[in-house]
């Protein structure tokens, strides 16, 4: 019993490990999987719903699908239009916007960059524009050299596009068979530990379901709120500057950075004052109050349960070690840790060297 619990375990150390080469070397393929896995769990309550009421489960994927698809499409329509409204109007402020950078500009800048009149920074935007110009062929060296790579390595450009046109293709198998999926797994599982199993696996589906669906619903109030305040405020782009800051909120504080940045650097050109700056500080930070106390809580409330310190500590190191993609698992994966440590720890107090019989 003991040499093929020993051998049980040397063949899954050997398939961990080769499951983590193969996702090692194919992490385009594996970044494709993970963003039709996770929108397959995003959207599979709605297709258990129309099922539980008598929908067969392919229609209701069709169903969800078409859904889905029409919201995407309203929405890209919708922001297609209002920032090519909002495009049109800053064209139009461009002189404004570049007196007024002149006017901020600090004098010692000026004198380095010899433009201490109006027509002396024309002028040497006229020079720049002529040696871009003039350096414009060793400028096109490197892009030569990257579309001959490209040309010499086509299939595998192919395969890479091809594969996140397919997204919707493995969307749809995922979400098909994930009932089966969970069944196949759980066959692996000794009947003495599948309570323990299904316990646990409950508990990660609540943390997870509760970040997942709750920051998408957080970000989406976001969104409105932060564009709905820079309209009535007067910044320019306002709508594009609201919708990327609540959209990259999904990680957390991220989109609150960008769009005060954002917001202040529109409002500095626009206004050259400083209290649209400040209202635009103060907009972020009252809806930033805002998130904290009552849209959170209500929204995703304590399913996640992370303590502030240790969500940023989370991103940190998930960026430093995996960038963007880091980032953005960082949080939910430190939630899911929490289930299991929160287990070892009533273990732990549950020994008898803790208790000392």
Not at 273 to 281: A, E, K, S, Y
Request: include cysteine; charge should be positive.
């Amino acid at each position: 019993m003991q040499k093929s619990s020993r051998i049980l375990l040397t063949v899954a150390l050997l398939l961990l490990v080769l499951t983590a080469a193969a996702l090692y070397f194919s992490s385009a393929v594996f970044l494709q999987l993970f963003i039709a896995f996770a929108l397959a769990y995003i959207l599979n309550p709605a297709v258990e719903l129309l099922e539980r009421r008598g929908i067969k489960r392919l229609y209701g994927i069709l169903v969800v699908f078409t859904l889905a698809m029409a919201i995407c499409i309203g929405f890209t329509v919708f922001m297609a239009a209002s920032i090519s409204g909002e495009f049109s109007k800053m064209q139009l402020n461009l002189p404004a916007y570049a007196n007024h950078f002149y006017d901020i500009t600090p004098p010692a800048v000026k004198s380095y960059l010899n433009i201490e009149t109006p027509d002396k920074l024309a002028l040497r935007m006229s020079e720049l524009l002529q040696q871009t110009r003039s350096s414009a062929p060793d400028l096109l060296k490197p892009l030569l050299a990257f579309l001959q790579k490209a040309l010499t390595s086509t299939i595998s450009v192919l395969l890479a596009v091809l594969g996140y046109l397919i997204i919707p293709v493995y969307l749809f198998y995922l979400l098909f068979d994930l009932p089966r999926l969970k069944q196949f797994i759980e066959s692996f599982i000794p009947e003495r530990f599948r309570g323990c199993y299904t316990e646990k696996l409950a508990e990660v589906d609540n943390v997870l379901s509760g970040f997942v669906r709750g920051q998408l619903s957080v970000c989406a109030i976001l969104a409105l709120l932060y564009s709905i305040g820079l309209y009535f405020i007067g910044i320019d782009l306002a709508i594009a500057i609201g919708t990327l800051a609540g959209i990259t909120f999904i990680i957390p504080y991220v989109g609150t950075i960008i769009g005060i940045c954002l917001s202040v650097v529109m409002a500095l050109l626009k206004f050259n004052d400083i209290l649209h700056p400040l209202l635009c500080l103060g907009w972020f930070g009252l809806v930033q109050l805002l998130e904290g106390m009552v849209i959170t809580p209500k929204v995703v409330g304590d399913t996640v349960g992370l303590h502030p310190l240790v969500a940023i500590v989370a991103l940190l190191i998930g960026g430093q070690l995996f960038g963007i993609i880091g980032m953005l698992l960082a949080v939910p994966v430190t939630a899911v840790m929490q289930v299991f440590l929160r287990s070892l720890a009533a273990y732990y107090r549950d020994s008898e060297f803790f208790r000392g019989a």
